[in-house]
């Protein structure tokens, strides 16, 4: 792969001068508190407890049985796990999910405009499977979060599923060598290999602004959208805003979806920006099946491999994707290794030269939707395009050409200052609001099991946590950790990740499932030494990323700890999606009996 190439490379001064304005940009932006700054929604806010998807939760008997497996979560990765498992055979699946149904991300967040911005044909797992065909290049939330529901369907999950329930403790049985799993609802079941795949971004946060919970207008997180104020619905139509003053928080990837649909139905709104979004062309449109080959057997997989090849920077013939996120793959940050070892010729200042055309490209692109000068000018993006999650929307700027849309510039003061109980003050001015919506994002990582959040205690009485603590991420392939017979674990920690994160899920799947059914074909259980672990942590951290180099200069926000930097080390396999999934294919082939242990003897 190569960076995309200038007509005319810029001069060292273009150069210098970008620099000193991302710098001048980010100062404007960084706060002391760093992600402290931030208070979770759930915590402090008591209309995060209720799910506004049940109401009332339904009474149900408290279960202590025993299942072949249970799977802590019941979004994608819980869904595809359990889909995986059934496909081998196994009887008992046992999913644990906080919301009343399947579908994670995608059931908490139903706010008007959602879609996803990755191709549906490359982001809806198991269309091979299930015989879907999106219609539309870019899912609505609702066919998404019905897609999650119809795998579940089609894989009996239902049967055994247990919604409205978290996950409170696992605990392993070193005699019966089986799991025990207790819920909040009061459950204590046994289940023999426990799956937990909790995502990451999770749990809601609201800016820890002076006031915020003094203002007496109505609010409310996207994740928890309220319809029953609103009215409306995620195509819009909310009647319920009309003559409204609305004021909304945060600019990012929610943000730039819900803007547009808010503008059309409130009275007058008010957007509260601190940093822009780089906002590319997002072309949505619909797709036919021969478009996308859907007459061939196995055309869905392929078509995500493809697009998994290109966004991890390995070289295909064809883009069968061909949209944004293919077109500036080549300044996605993970890639940075990979240019190093492909020897590029001089690396940083080729980087610097392909990202000054993208960003100057989305630059001007404000300029030429946004007719006021000032608004335009605060609507520009000054930071480098991997700095922050780039966002697609062709509705979103021309919003800002509505006589009853206010862009508000909080970054002179880091944000929005204080709150009041009418309204928000930024620059001394205070903007009072009936209603103000916070699309401030959530808590990277927290609702994993290495939060503390779940408990897992393992062989002897150690404690997941405490072993991380103590020394630091330990896992065979981010999956299995010593001490943790028959816990495998799903998301990014020592794995692969990808923009298409549901694709590194289903493979995870397939893995976890693999492993399942090597430990019933030895009669085993699922452990690696702590060589293993060692082995894998060193494969992690040779290559690692350069995050520190990268991070350094980018504006605040949850990619590099609201500006503190992001750690190197051995938190993610560092050379590509790609190649880590041919690493476990291997491997599953090859290997796989190494990490099967005796149900006798403890491993040393
Ligand atoms: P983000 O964390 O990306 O954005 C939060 C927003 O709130 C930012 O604009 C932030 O500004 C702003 N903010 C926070 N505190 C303050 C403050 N004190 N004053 C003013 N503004 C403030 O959350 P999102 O929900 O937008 O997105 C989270 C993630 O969810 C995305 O990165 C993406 O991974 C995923 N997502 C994916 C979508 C898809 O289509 N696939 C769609 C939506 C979300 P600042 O930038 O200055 O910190």
């Given amino acids: 792969m190569t960076l995309p190439q200038r007509d005319t490379p810029p001069t060292p001064q273009q150069t210098a001068d970008l620099r000193e304005r991302y710098r001048i940009e980010r100062e404007r932006r960084v706060r002391p508190e760093g992600p402290s700054q931030y ?21 149900r008997e408290t279960l202590h049985d025993a299942v072949d497996v249970a799977v802590i979560g019941g979004g994608f990765g819980g869904i595809l796990a359990g889909a995986r498992l059934r496909r081998q055979g196994v009887a008992r699946v046992r999913v644990i999910e906080k919301g009343g149904d399947f579908g994670g991300t995608w059931y908490w967040n139903r706010y008007p405009g959602i879609h996803c911005d990755v191709e549906s044909h490359v982001y809806l797992p198991m269309l091979d499977e299930t015989g879907h065909i999106p219609e539309w290049k870019y899912a609505p939330g609702e066919e998404i979060r019905r897609h999650a529901v119809r795998i579940a369907e089609q894989f009996d999950l239902y049967e055994d599923a247990l919604f409205s329930t978290s996950a409170s403790s696992l605990t392993w049985d070193e005699t019966a060598h089986q799991w025990m799993v207790a819920t909040d609802r009061g459950d204590e079941f046994r289940a023999t290999y426990v799956i937990t795949a909790t995502g990451t971004l999770t749990e809601p946060k609201l800016p820890g602004i002076p006031g915020v919970e003094d203002y007496q207008g109505h609010t409310f997180h996207t994740s928890r959208w309220d319809y029953g104020y609103t009215g409306g619905s995620p195509e819009g139509g909310m009647t319920g805003l009309a003559g409204k003053r609305v004021g909304v928080v945060g600019t990012g990837a929610t943000g730039v979806q819900v803007i547009p ?33 859907a007459a061939r057997r196995g055309w869905a997989a392929e078509r995500r491999e493809n697009f998994l090849r290109i966004v991890s920077g390995e070289h295909t013939e064809h883009d069968l994707v061909a949209d944004r996120w293919t077109e500036s793959s080549a300044l996605l940050e993970k890639l940075l290794p990979s ?3 492909n020897g590029e010729p001089d690396f940083e200042v080729a980087y610097e030269a392909a990202d000054h055309t993208t960003m100057n490209a989305i630059r001007d692109r404000v300029d030429a939707e946004v007719t006021d000068p000032s608004t335009a000018a605060a609507l520009r993006p000054w930071y480098r395009y991997a700095c922050k999650r780039p966002t697609f929307s062709d509705r979103y700027l021309p919003t800002f050409n509505r006589n009853d849309v206010t862009l508000v510039d909080t970054a002179d003061s880091h944000g929005i200052e204080r709150m009041t109980s009418r309204g928000v003050v930024v620059g001394g001015v205070e903007y009072e609001l009936d209603c103000l919506v916070f699309a401030t994002g959530f808590s990277v990582g927290v609702s994993g099991i290495t939060s503390g959040k779940l408990p897992v205690t393992g062989r002897d009485g150690i404690r997941l946590l405490d072993v991380r603590t103590q020394r630091g991420p330990r896992t065979l392939h981010g999956f299995t950790s010593n ?9 990014s920690l020592q794995n692969a990740s990808s923009v298409n994160f549901t694709h590194i899920l289903d493979e995870q799947a397939v893995h976890a499932a693999a492993l399942v059914a090597a430990a019933e074909e030895h009669g085993a259980v699922v452990e690696p030494t702590r060589e293993a672990e060692d082995a894998w ?6 290559g690692a990323p350069d995050h520190e180099w990268f991070h350094a200069e980018c504006t605040p926000g949850y990619y590099n700890r609201e500006g503190r930097g992001r750690p190197n080390g051995p938190l993610a396999y560092p050379h590509g999606a790609v190649a880590f999934h041919d690493l476990l294919r291997h491997w599953r082939a090859e290997n796989i009996v190494e990490v099967l242990q005796p149900k006798v003897s403890t491993p040393v």
Avoid at 483 to 491: A, D
């Fill in 39 to 59: 208070r979770s929604a759930s915590a402090e806010f008591g209309y995060f407890a209720a799910d506004p998807y049940v109401g009332v939760v339904p009474e």
């Fill in 339 to 341: 240019f190093r070892r």
């Fill in 261 to 293: 649909l808010l503008a059309e139905d409130a009275g007058h709104l008010y957007v509260f920006q601190r940093t822009p979004s780089a906002v590319d062309v997002r072309g949505q449109r619909h797709v036919t099946p021969q478009e996308v080959g």
């Fill in 537 to 542: 942590t060193d494969v992690c951290a040779q």
């Fill in 483 to 491: 001490g943790f017979p028959n816990l495998i674990q799903m998301g």
